[in-house]
């Protein structure tokens, strides 16, 4: 899984970046072109419970890929500055699974905004304009190519073509609106039509509200205010004080609690973010545990066992004869699997099994 940190020159993105990461890259560049990629690991306490159990070699947890991006150049009559990006740049955009976008909500004397005022709902707008021109531009060229070429081919291309134009113009309609992409109901066929475009506005979007450390008591409100004006589909909006969470990463635990009690901060930035960004792109974790291993796996909620063997190796999925399966929670009051399956708790369940989050799963294959 990965998400790309977007955001205008200013909002933060990259201290947002740092937190996550806990990184160290450099800070204030107001729209430096540099790209930071940083692997996260997905905080999971029933790993550190299940290796209890099993005693293994490893502990493997899920991991998310974080990208901080540049910010666009804004666009001008006839020029479309997302597309000024780097060519890796703009490839990693489009590339990503959804978008993390820090919108600054924080006043700062030293630092101010390039606007000249702090403005989250202006600043929000900004950015998502520039993704609608990006996306726009390529359903203009898709249209176009289509009434040069679209009517040629076999009948069952040519009906393929019109089924995609058919979309496309739907998609330009909604875009000339100010509609992002993900606001557009669209069919499973639809969606697999359109899938290689790899379009901006499509991309579920975390917007994260950056605010100091003054107004984090009062961040809640502002979130509200915020999502109330931003109604769309499949998108999340949290607030954090990136600053204070990058100062939090580097205290020792026990001083990390006690600050965050005097702020009023009731769990770390890094694991909420983690959290929304799985509830965002609808992800669990089932869990695998051994001598060797215990690790957790993200798939779609919703998948089914063949799917869970395919994550772990499309060889599962191929040979795939059954899963065996218990509950994390009943698995930790057994104690081992084998008490599990001595009291009927671990299940043999076929092909077609819905996996839940925490399933501890075994997958039984031919070779």
């Known amino acids: 899984m990965q998400i790309a940190i977007v955001g205008l020159a200013g909002s933060g993105k990259t201290t947002v970046f740092n937190t996550l990461t806990r990184g160290h890259a450099e800070t204030g560049g107001f729209g430096g072109m540099e790209l930071h990629v940083g692997v996260v690991k997905v905080p999971d306490e029933r790993l550190d419970r299940l290796a209890a159990i099993f005693k293994p ?37 489009r590339d990503s699974d959804a978008l993390l976008h820090v919108v ?26 520039e993704f609608a021109l990006a996306d726009l531009a390529l359903v203009d060229r898709r249209i176009e190519r289509l009434k040069q070429s679209g009517r040629h081919g076999t009948p069952a291309e040519k009906e393929a073509n019109e089924r995609e134009e058919a979309v496309i ?72 004080s990136a600053r204070i969470e990058m ?19 009731a769990a770390s930035g890094l694991d909420r973010v983690i959290e929304l960004s799985y509830k965002l792109l609808g992800l669990i974790s089932f869990l695998t545990a051994g001598p060797d291993e215990v690790r957790a796996w993200p798939i779609r909620d919703g998948s089914n066992a063949v799917d869970a063997a395919g994550a772990i190796h499309s060889d599962l999925a191929k040979g795939f004869i059954r899963a065996e399966t218990v509950a994390y929670e ?33 997958i039984l294959f031919s070779k």
Do not use: C, W
Request: hydrophobic share 40%; proline share 6%.
């Open 330 to 362: 009943e698995l930790l009051g057994f104690g081992s699997m084998a008490e599990a399956r001595k009291a009927g708790r671990l299940r043999s369940e076929g092909k077609t099994y819905r996996v839940r989050d925490g399933d501890v799963v075994e």
């Open 104 to 129: 600054r909500a924080f006043e700062d004397p030293n630092n101010p905004h390039p606007e000249g005022s702090v403005d989250p709902a202006r600043d929000l707008d900004r950015l998502d304009v």
């Open 57 to 93: 070699k490893k502990i493997i947890q899920a991991d998310v890929t974080y990208v901080d991006l540049p910010a666009p150049p804004a666009s001008t009559d006839g020029h479309i500055g997302t597309e000024d990006l780097p060519a890796e740049h703009l490839a990693r955009l």
């Open 247 to 265: 100062e939090l990463g580097e205290l020792e635990p026990d001083e990390a609690a006690v600050f965050m009690e005097e702020l009023g901060i």
């Open 169 to 240: 113009i739907r998609l330009k309609a909604a875009l000339e609106q100010g509609l992002p992409i993900r606001d557009v109901a669209l069919e499973a066929d639809e969606e697999k039509a359109i899938r290689g475009f790899r379009f901006l506005t499509q991309k579920p979007a975390l917007v994260l509200l950056n605010v100091s450390e003054g107004d984090i008591a009062g961040a809640g409100e502002t979130v509200a205010a915020v999502a109330a004006a931003y109604d769309h589909r499949n998108a999340l909006i949290d607030a954090l």
